[in-house]
Structure formats: C-alpha cells, structure tokens
C-alpha cells in the first residue's frame, strides 16, 4: 500500500502563456518548473533521480540530465494518455521511492506550440478512431460532446450544472495572479458565448497553452526534515473499466467520465470516502465531463447532481465542496490537468488564492473521457 508512504515537497511552474506564443520549447519549460519546484523544497536539482510524466511528454529525463546536473539517473517512466495519466504518474513516482529506485522524483508536464512543435497530440497517437472521423468526429470536444449530452437528455442532469461549474472556475481564477482567465464570467456572457459542440459553449472548454508545471516528491521520511510541510499521497489509482474506450464507444453508462472502479479503489485503498474531502481539484477537459466526474467519485448522485452542483456548493471558502480552487483547466491554464497536482498541494500548505480553512483531505481528478484515467487523494499529517 502507497498510503501516507511519500509526499509532495516541491511545487515549480512556469507563467501560463497563449499557445505559441511562449517563445520557448517545451523542453526549456520542462527544466524551469522542475528547477523551480526543487527550489522549492530546498532540494539541489542534482539530487533528482527519477523522472515520471504522461502521454505525450517529449522531455524525457535524459535529455534533461545536462541542465540539471543530474548525479544519476535510477528511474524514468511515462503513465499511459494523456491528462488521464496525471494524478496516476503520482503513484508511478511513489512506486519507485517505496521500492528503492529513486529518492528524489521530478512528475512533471510540458507543452509548447513554439514554432509548431506540439502538433496535433491526439490524432498523432491514433486516439481518433476512423469511424469517428468519417462522420467529422475530429476532436476530444466533440466526442465528450455526446457523453455530456447524453447526460443531460437521458438521464436528466441539468444543463445548467455546466455553466455553475464553468462560473465557479472563473470566479476562483479572478483571485489567483498566475490564472489567465482572471477577468472574471457571469451568466449572461456565458449563455451569449458561441457553441464550440453541444452541449459545449466557449467556456465550457479548456485552454491550450504553453507552460510547464512540476512538483518533487520523496518518502514520507524524508519530507519532514524539507523546507515545505508535506502533502501525503494516500493512493493514486489508475485504469479503466472493461468497456471503457472512445474508440470502442460502448461505455455503459455511455454518460461515465471513465472513473468506475477507479474511484471506488481510491476510497477502499484510502480509507476515506467523498464526504471526508474538504476541497477537489476536478480535471475539466469540459465541464460536463467534470460533473460525471462527481458523479462517478460519489460526492452526489445522477438523482442528486442538480442540487449538489451548483455555484454556492462548489465556491470557496464557503460550499460544501470547493472545487478547481485555482482556476482549473478552464480558467487558470492548462497544461494536461498537471497544474491541478500544485492547487491540491497549495490547499493542504494553506497558501491557495481560494484557501479552504483547515484543509485536510485533498483531491485530485485526471482525465474525464480519457482511455485511462486515474484520480488520487492527497492529505496533511492529521489525516495519516
């Protein structure tokens, strides 16, 4: 068991930045968030043995091992998909301290379109299933289009649980200085927005940017003689239901986010249930995807999810479950839901731009929709 056995010590990101227009590689990036996250802890990036990140990252540790000095390099890995692989790269780097094969593991993400080199990440790894394509199914908006949809009009999910999510986020993003998305969005500029798919106005998607975004994690042993108080992984699973896929399209709940099963071995794994989680960092690629996300994690039912989620249930410091207390995937930045891992940490420390009082229990979503998707619960030391 991974419970309370490693923490996150160090939080580095990079300024989000419009896609394209960063004017550096996604490598560069990369090195500054790892850079900046071992500063953080207090920790000689040389130190740092083991590199974890997911999907698509083309910074892998070795090329990396110059500029940082790396001493040795005892452990790499990269977690399946894409913004479904993080939190569940957690886990892999957690793996490895527990079993000896790093001490000090950089989980990191970057993306960068300077001069192109990002591309078309999904069709590139053949996510698109041709069936899909010949009928102009193209992208990751319009096949969680039909998910979300058939939430709203089979199961009778209100529409309006979208844009409370998608307000919510925008409201915390006006707190935060790093969020691109700081001016803030009501409700008549979100109805006037234009449609990207239905269900999906503009706002109910997330950005594309350039930025990368890091954190250091060591044994739980270790954290306590660092420079940060620790965040303490108490599990991280990751997998997908049998019939789970977009390419398969024969999920049952066709409405499922992916996270059957894999939530329910966070809370047996844990020991902890949805109703012990003070606040919730929900990876929204979109917004309705991110309330099947609750749905699936239990903190409401299909029944239930009008009531649950709304503005003032979501909203810190005051709702019942504050959720994307940074801004999210919608409103902060994006960066495959890994700046989502440095808000659920920043909640435990207590130095959020939204702080959630007393913050104890913190949880991390990734991936809604993703072929893989994982999900994990971070706490302070009174929750071990």
């Given at each position: 068991?991974?419970?309370?056995?490693?923490?996150?010590?160090?939080?580095?990101?990079?300024?989000?930045?419009?896609?394209?227009t960063s004017g550096e590689p996604a490598l560069k990036l990369?090195?500054?968030?790892?850079?900046?996250?071992?500063?953080?802890?207090?920790?000689?990036?040389?130190?740092?043995?083991?590199?974890?990140?997911?999907?698509?990252?083309?910074?892998?540790?070795?090329?990396?091992?110059?500029?940082?000095?790396?001493?040795?390099?005892?452990?790499?890995?990269?977690?399946?998909?894409?913004?479904?692989?993080?939190?569940?790269?957690?886990?892999?780097?957690?793996?490895?301290?527990?079993?000896?094969?790093?001490?000090?593991?950089?989980?990191?993400?970057?993306?960068?379109?300077?001069?192109?080199?990002?591309?078309?990440?999904?069709?590139?790894?053949?996510?698109?299933?041709?069936?899909?394509?010949?009928?102009?199914?193209?992208?990751?908006?319009?096949?969680?289009?039909?998910?979300?949809?058939?939430?709203?009009?089979?199961e009778g999910v209100p529409a309006r649980t979208l844009r409370?999510?998608?307000?919510?986020?925008?409201?915390?993003?006006?707190?935060?200085?790093?969020?691109?998305?700081?001016?803030?969005?009501?409700?008549?500029?979100?109805?006037?927005?234009?449609?990207?798919?239905?269900?999906?106005?503009?706002?109910?998607?997330?950005?594309?940017?350039?930025?990368?975004?890091?954190?250091?994690?060591?044994?739980?042993?270790?954290?306590?003689?660092?420079?940060?108080?620790?965040?303490?992984?108490?599990?991280?699973?990751?997998?997908?239901?049998?019939?789970?896929?977009?390419?398969?399209?024969?999920?049952?709940?066709?409405?499922?986010?992916?996270?059957?099963?894999?939530?329910?071995?966070?809370?047996?794994?844990?020991?902890?249930?949805?109703?012990?989680?003070?606040?919730?960092?929900?990876?929204?690629?979109?917004?309705?995807?991110?309330?099947?996300?609750?749905?699936?994690?239990?903190?409401?039912?299909?029944?239930?999810?009008?009531?649950?989620?709304?503005?003032?249930?979501?909203?810190?410091?005051?709702?019942?479950?504050?959720?994307?207390?940074?801004?999210?995937?919608?409103?902060?930045?994006?960066?495959?839901?890994?700046?989502?891992?440095?808000?659920?940490?920043?909640?435990?420390?207590?130095?959020?731009?939204?702080?959630?009082?007393?913050?104890?229990?913190?949880?991390?979503?990734?991936?809604?929709?993703?072929?893989?998707?994982?999900?994990?619960?971070?706490?302070?030391?009174?929750?071990?």
């Open positions: 068991m991974l419970r309370g056995t490693t923490a996150v010590v160090g939080l580095g990101d990079t300024p989000f930045h419009k896609r394209g990369a090195l500054r968030a790892i850079v900046a996250a071992a500063e953080d802890a207090g920790i000689d990036p040389a130190d740092i043995d083991g590199f974890v990140s997911y999907g698509a990252e083309r910074a892998e540790g070795q090329r990396m091992m110059a500029a940082l000095g790396t001493k040795e390099l005892r452990f790499g890995a990269l977690a399946w998909t894409h913004g479904g692989g993080i939190p569940g790269a957690l886990g892999l780097a957690a793996t490895a301290i527990v079993t000896g094969q790093a001490e000090v593991v950089a989980v990191y993400r970057a993306m960068s379109e300077y001069r192109g080199s990002r591309g078309n990440v999904d069709v590139g790894q053949g996510d698109t299933p041709a069936q899909q394509l010949v009928n102009g199914i193209e992208v990751p908006v319009q096949m969680c289009a039909l998910r979300s949809m058939r939430l709203i009009e089979a409370d999510m998608a307000l919510v986020s925008y409201h915390h993003a006006a707190n935060n200085p790093r969020a691109v998305g700081r001016g803030g969005l009501d409700v008549e500029t979100y109805d006037a927005s234009r449609w990207i798919s239905e269900p999906y106005r503009l706002y109910d998607c997330s950005r594309e940017n350039d930025a990368g975004s890091a954190v250091i994690m060591v044994s739980a042993e270790r954290a306590k003689d660092l420079r940060q108080a620790p965040a303490y992984l108490l599990g991280a699973p990751m997998g997908a239901a049998g019939s789970w896929g977009m390419r398969e399209e024969a999920a049952d709940p066709y409405w499922s986010a992916g996270f059957q099963g894999v939530a329910d071995r966070l809370w047996r794994e844990t020991g902890y249930g949805p109703g012990d989680v003070d606040v919730a960092q929900i990876y929204e690629n979109m917004t309705g995807m991110g309330v099947s996300a609750l749905i699936e994690h239990g903190f409401c039912t299909l029944e239930g999810a009008g009531e649950f989620v709304t503005f003032d249930n979501l909203v810190a410091p005051t709702g019942t479950l504050p959720v994307n207390t940074s801004g999210g995937n919608l409103a902060e930045g994006f960066v495959h839901g890994m700046s989502l891992v440095g808000e659920a940490v920043r909640q435990i420390r207590g130095t959020s731009s939204n702080q959630v009082p007393d913050a104890t229990l913190s949880l991390m979503t990734g991936g809604p929709g993703d072929p893989v998707v994982s999900t994990a619960l971070l706490a302070g030391s009174a929750a071990l």
